[in-house]
T-cell receptor, first 111, second 113 residues
Framework: GENVEQHPSTLSVQEGDSAVIKCTYS??????FPWYKQELGKRPQLIID?????GEKKDQRIAVTLNKTAKHFSLHITETQPEDSAVYFC??????????FGPGTSLSVIP | NAGVTQTPKFQVLKTGQSMTLQCAQD?????MSWYRQDPGMGLRLIHY???????DQGEVPNGYNVSRSTTEDFPLRLLSAAPSQTSVYFC????????????FGNGTRLTVT
């Protein structure tokens, strides 16, 4: 069935350093790949997304890359700040209109 | 706009009881979905709907029923609660058929004893 894997499960970086989270998906027909940030006790919120006809997208300190051939996509956060500390989820929309999430990455930014 | 509204926020059930988690959205979104969130397992899709009158199973549908009689409402029914259904439940909606951002409700924390 459809599956989204995500690594690492936890990530700790110094303030100002970069953070990279990687995801792979199984359904080759997937065409939409969003990333969500969830702060403790709150609901997930979209931070950036990418569609299958685009290889890279940037929004200020956040960027996402997509490699459709290898079926993987990555989130890059530059110049990390303490407020970036949260759980990050990748997701993929499958050919059956399901949005499947990865297990999440807990990011800690150390001041 | 209220966005996506879930009720109740907290619920405690005894094993074998049934209940309905309510979800309503006021954005005229066609796509709605239910997820459960457990530690270390991310958000797992229970059921989803691409429009009124249409529902389909997600990754973990067993023990749950849904219906979609209107565009606005997408209730989730637990038929006979089990301790394994202790979780945080999120309802979400999207303008597109999952091709756009999901707007999440604030969640319902359910405990089954």
């Amino acid at each position: 069935g459809e599956n989204v894997e995500q690594h690492p499960s936890t990530l700790s970086v110094q303030e100002g350093d970069s953070a990279v989270i990687k995801c792979t998906y199984s359904d080759s027909a997937s065409n939409y790949f969003p990333w969500y940030k969830q702060e403790l006790g709150k609901r997930p919120q979209l931070i950036i997304d990418i569609r299958s006809n685009v290889g890279e997208k940037k929004d200020q300190r956040i960027a996402v890359t997509l490699n459709k051939t290898a079926k993987h996509f990555s989130l890059h956060i530059t110049e990390t700040q303490p407020e970036d500390s949260a759980v990050y989820f990748c997701a993929a929309k499958t050919s059956y209109d399901k949005v499947i999430f990865g297990p999440g990455t807990s990011l800690s930014v150390i001041p | 706009n209220a966005g996506v509204t879930q009720t109740p926020k907290f619920q405690v059930l005894k094993t074998g009881q049934s209940m309905t988690l309510q979800c309503a959205q006021d954005m005229n979104h066609e796509y709605m979905s239910w997820y459960r969130q457990d530690p270390g397992m991310g958000l797992r899709l229970i059921h989803y709907s691409v429009g009124a009158g249409i529902t389909d199973q997600g990754e973990v549908p067993n023990g749950y029923n849904v219906s979609r009689s209107t565009t606005e409402d997408f209730p989730l029914r637990l038929l006979s609660a089990a301790p394994s259904q202790t979780s945080v439940y999120f309802c979400a909606s999207s303008r597109d058929r999952g091709d756009g951002p999901l707007h999440f409700g604030n969640g319902t924390r359910l405990t089954v004893t």
